[in-house]
């Protein structure tokens, strides 16, 4: 069997498991058609390479594609969609840093820590007051694995959350009542955070654009944990300037890294991080494990964990 | 019944139900001596103000001193101590705004909020990893309300969390464990979060000095919500300064404001903010309800509510 490695710069450690029961093939994005013929596993390290796609042709044995990260928009074209390759991702992994993230840009609002940096730059005292987040309410895009973490943790916190999906239903275990995404604009204004944490499909990109943002309180934020395209960010910038929403904290933009010409940047209200929410130390060997682990199951022929459904570009269920 | 107001700039809304029932007399810092003859109930809203000790001759019938703030270490001084002068404090109001205040310092530190800030200052794209913060420890030292709130927020966002105050215990219902306040340097070093909340008195004063600071982990940080007074400063900065600890927030200081020429201001590390931690907003008019429900119940000969042991200079148990 061989199992060729798609990385960029960073290459994964704790790999002995599959060395010792496989031939490892190392590529970059300029060496996979070379390393593909043959290949019977790929492992997508470089999560943002859209290398495969060009040395698609190549692949002539190749029957599982695993992914490093949670959402595969970057990774799936047509000839791989429409293909018998299966494809896995590294659901899990990133859920609980992400939803700390999520939670840590909500509180460094509500409790004006922006503002508190740069007056401390400036060695100003300025007593300010500030927000209590108990009590508040959430929409939280996205009802997948991290998006229920989102939940359950912002619930924890005293934060009320509905859920926004493809289905419309109450009782969920996680988000009790979930709306419809679609519907968005009729009920984000019902609530003080809206949360973006949806994969990125042709049915959510640009979810959020001029309507939904004008239809959001003067009060409320977005927060953007998800991919850069599910938002309009030349509407996002309008609603930031004309102040119909009180602020935002993104993570993913539609060019990344974000460009220094981006008027984004220079918000006092918007927060910039550069995609690095489900980031927590250690995040480059749990990802190394969970492939090592599918791998092992893939050898004794058990079920693959975290199968994407490529027609939907996400995995659909507990798998 | 006569009803005096100790205030500064800011005058309290919402007591017409006390002026139904009392003669109200407004005073300052300055006018107080002279208001004081005949009061039967002084409302300190004014509570950083030290003046009631000089005027304290004046004060002929005073029965009940109630104070807008959790902490009385102000306002006690040995005249008041020793009399039957009841004192009551705000206990309640303050509770939820400083956990959350607490939890959102833990968290900029943890997802390098201050320093995303600055990067976005200067438009730059840096990708870090962060920290989790669930399974993390935290000591929280103050087992009183807010204490507890502290406590009870942290454990539901998965940080494990050990109480300290003058009394070792286990089964306590919001911490778990309670160890000595005065033991904190043996076991400082088994946690990554020292949380100071408790009361100023003679036992917590510089409580925080070069032996607990030295015992702390290098990975650890100190959040200081209660009295600048906990922690000796120069201790702390040189602490900052040798990297034995990783970083601080603090919202209390010795001297406030805190004076521009500290070295606390330009650490990178430490979140300055200027005493505010509990001032979420609409916080004075739930601290004015607060008086008012004690005036009723002082009128009706009800107990009043927060009761301060003028010994031990807190409210020692729920009343």
């Known amino acids: 069997?061989?199992?060729?490695?798609?990385?960029?710069?960073?290459?994964?450690?704790?790999?002995?498991?599959?060395?010792?029961?496989?031939?490892?093939?190392?590529?970059?994005?300029?060496?996979?058609?070379?390393?593909?013929?043959?290949?019977?596993?790929?492992?997508?390290?470089?999560?943002?390479?859209?290398?495969?796609?060009?040395?698609?042709?190549?692949?002539?044995?190749?029957?599982?594609?695993?992914?490093?990260?949670?959402?595969?928009?970057?990774?799936?074209?047509?000839?791989?969609?429409?293909?018998?390759?299966?494809?896995?991702?590294?659901?899990?992994?990133?859920?609980?840093?992400?939803?700390?993230?999520?939670?840590?840009?909500?509180?460094?609002?509500?409790?004006?820590?922006?503002?508190?940096?740069?007056?401390?730059?400036?060695?100003?005292?300025?007593?300010?007051?500030?927000?209590?987040?108990?009590?508040?309410?959430?929409?939280?895009?996205?009802?997948?694995?991290?998006?229920?973490?989102?939940?359950?943790?912002?619930?924890?916190?005293?934060?009320?959350?509905?859920?926004?999906?493809r289905r419309e239903r109450s009782g969920d275990p996680d988000f009790g009542e979930v709306r419809l995404s679609d519907d968005l604009e009729s009920y984000v204004g019902d609530h003080d955070w809206l949360v973006m944490v949806a994969p990125l499909t042709e049915q959510t990109e640009h979810m959020v654009g001029e309507r939904v943002l004008a239809a959001m309180k003067p009060t409320a934020r977005l927060i953007n944990v998800g991919r850069g395209e599910l938002v309009v960010t030349e509407d996002l910038v309008a609603s930031i300037e004309s102040r119909s929403i009180a602020g935002a904290a993104l993570d993913v933009f539609e060019t990344e890294p974000l460009p220094a010409e981006s008027p984004l940047w220079r918000f006092e209200n918007v927060l910039i991080s550069p995609h690095m929410s489900g980031d927590a130390r250690g995040w480059r060997d749990r990802l190394a494990k969970l492939f090592v682990d599918n791998v092992e199951r893939y050898v004794a022929g058990d079920g693959l964990r975290n199968v994407v459904d490529k027609q939907r570009g996400y995995v659909a269920s507990d798998s």
């Open 1 to 165: 069997m061989i199992v060729t490695i798609l990385h960029d710069e960073h290459l994964p450690d704790g790999l002995g498991a599959v060395e010792r029961v496989a031939e490892v093939r190392y590529a970059t994005a300029d060496t996979l058609a070379e390393a593909l013929p043959g290949t019977e596993v790929l492992l997508v390290w470089d999560f943002f390479s859209h290398a495969l796609e060009a040395a698609w042709p190549a692949a002539d044995s190749l029957r599982w594609i695993h992914v490093a990260a949670a959402g595969v928009d970057t990774l799936l074209f047509d000839g791989l969609v429409n293909s018998d390759v299966v494809v896995t991702n590294s659901r899990g992994i990133f859920d609980r840093p992400i939803a700390e993230f999520v939670l840590a840009s909500m509180l460094a609002f509500a409790k004006d820590v922006p503002r508190s940096l740069r007056l401390q730059d400036g060695r100003l005292w300025r007593h300010r007051e500030t927000e209590q987040l108990a009590g508040t309410s959430a929409v939280v895009v996205g009802t997948g694995a991290i998006g229920r973490e989102i939940a359950g943790l912002l619930r924890a916190v005293g934060v009320e959350v509905v859920g926004a999906g």
